[in-house]
């Protein structure tokens, strides 16, 4: 179980909200004739066919242990007692082709955490390894992961989804912090998933998290609204601000700037939850069609029914 220091005050903030609305749609699935039926039928595809992705990662992927790659899974031992996991994730690496990327992932009681050997190739420092690694750690240790199935309705749907993920990235990047012990290397990592190797060495970290100044203007806004992770920018920028507050040194003010109002509106319309969004309008402009043909055979079933009661009995 993870340090409740460790979690960010925006999770805390969101987590009654998000398992609230979790808690009602559920219900409401429950209570429908239709929605349990679909709930039958979803959850065992859904269940298999991330089974079929586990299996696919485990069958091209390398499994890290005490024999295989022993120092990198040294580092996962570490990082999980740092975070006092109760035991250790299986940990698999695999070649993406250039994806800089690294996941936790969980099915049942078997956690998992995938990391791209070219995100761990582009790392300059162990320390940075480490800071991946404990960042994806810490979605288990946050139990993230336990609850992913009963909060799903939440993460469908638009602004509050994403918000929740977000704030869950930003929990994670702490609990890294907090595992690797040292600033510079854990910016450091987050600095290489936005210029590379040779680029981000180079990178001056003060100037980067100034840089969340962007997501005051309307398009970055809109972008980050709808993404599942904050500006790499933002993320920079609150470790150095957290890591002041932990170690009660002084740090030049990194405050996020206000986003526009509108870009909170237009956002619903773009990325993966306006999915959602489309759905609901293509069910509601179906139940729009379909309504008043039904209450037709329904008049016209009545009628029927009354007819046949008024005829004598032969």
């Not at 709930?39 to 499994?63: D, K, N, T």
């Not at 956690?111 to 480490?130: A, F, M, N």
């Not at 139990?143 to 918000?163: C, I, N, S, Y």
């Amino acid at each position: 179980m993870l340090d409740a220091s460790l979690i960010h005050h925006k999770e805390k903030r969101l987590k009654p909200l998000v398992y609230g609305v979790s808690a009602v749609v559920w219900l409401m699935v429950l209570l429908s004739m239709v929605g349990a039926i679909y709930g039958l039928m979803l959850v065992p595809f859904i269940l298999m066919s991330h089974a079929y992705f586990l299996g696919h990662l485990r069958g091209r992927g390398v499994r890290v242990d005490e024999r295989q790659l022993p120092e990198l899974y040294g580092r996962v031992v570490a990082a999980s007692q740092k975070l006092k996991l109760a035991s250790v994730p299986e940990v698999y690496v695999i070649q993406s082709g250039g994806i800089l990327n690294a996941f936790a992932t969980q099915l049942f009681s078997r956690r998992y955490v995938v990391l791209h050997s070219d995100l761990i190739d582009t790392c300059h420092s162990e320390q940075e390894v480490d800071f991946i690694i404990a960042h994806e750690l810490a979605h288990h240790a946050a139990g993230h992961l336990k609850t992913q199935f009963f909060t799903a309705p939440v993460r469908l749907l638009p602004l509050l989804g994403p918000a929740w993920s977000r704030a869950c990235e930003y929990t994670c990047d702490r609990a890294a912090l907090f595992a690797v012990g040292a600033l510079d290397p854990s910016q450091r990592a987050l600095a290489v998933l936005a210029a590379g190797n040779k680029m981000s060495a180079a990178l001056d970290l003060t100037t980067f998290a100034h840089q969340q100044a962007n997501s005051a203007e309307f398009w970055p806004a809109v972008a980050e609204l709808s993404s599942s992770h904050p500006l790499l920018s933002k993320r920079v920028a609150m470790l150095a601000t957290w890591d002041a507050v932990q170690t009660r040194t002084s740090v030049m003010a990194f405050e996020a700037p206000p986003r526009p109002a509108l870009s909170y509106v237009v956002s619903i319309f773009f990325g993966q939850q306006a999915l959602t969004l489309l759905v609901v309008f293509y069910l509601g402009f179906l139940l729009a069609a379909v309504a008043p043909n039904f209450l037709k055979l329904q008049e016209r079933a009545a009628q029927q029914a009354q007819g046949g009661q008024g005829q004598p009995a032969k």
